[in-house]
């Protein structure tokens, strides 16, 4: 299986759009969005070209493609606009025998860990910062934010395939790569 995963999306009409086409290069299987879909929160400035109408259009074009999971921006408002659901707090995915707990990591995280077992991985954006980590037995990966990064990092997503994780700007060039 060939997955997308980006995180932290905050309404950039611009950035979601180069995100977008990204998708249709890649021509991944699935897109798993972790979440912080279309506000932009308060604690962050608005991002280049906010408009949630357009990102919103721009999703539900490719909704057939999307897992979602819910981000600390993310309500039932969001949804009604949402062709997709997004309200989930956590997805389990199986891909390639490993288990992958996706959430958008403002609940679980290094410092609180979801129930999940050794050789499993925790996939989360919301410090909108990548990551390739251990913490006790589970790996920790973090795609980055596509429209606010941080930490000096790049607009940024990542893709999986043949176990292998690749960090990527939106200009399609790989930059970090971890095989599990």
Not at 48 to 53: A, G, I, N, Q, S
Not at 84 to 94: H, I, K, M, T
């Amino acid at each position: 299986m060939k997955l997308m995963i980006a995180s932290d999306l905050h309404g950039s009409s611009y950035f979601v759009t180069k995100l977008a086409e990204r998708i249709e290069i890649e021509q991944p299987d699935k897109v798993l969005l972790l979440g912080d879909l279309l506000y932009h929160g308060p604690r962050n400035d608005l991002p280049e070209l906010y408009d949630t109408k357009v990102v919103a259009k721009l999703l539900n074009e490719r909704k057939n493609k999307l897992l979602c999971v819910r981000g600390n921006c993310d309500t039932e408002v969001d949804q009604m606009v949402l062709d997709f659901p997004v309200l989930a707090d956590y997805a389990l995915v199986e891909i390639d025998g490993h288990t992958i707990f996706a959430t958008h990591g403002h609940i679980y995280n290094c410092a609180n860990l979801p129930p999940i077992g050794m050789g499993d991985i925790l996939l989360h954006g919301h410090t909108h910062i990548p990551e390739h980590t251990v913490c006790g037995d589970v790996l920790i990966l973090n795609p980055g934010s596509v429209s606010i990064p941080k930490g000096g990092s790049c607009n940024s997503y990542m893709m999986y395939e043949n176990h292998t994780f690749c960090w990527k700007n939106l200009d399609g060039e790989v930059y970090d790569t971890y095989t599990v």
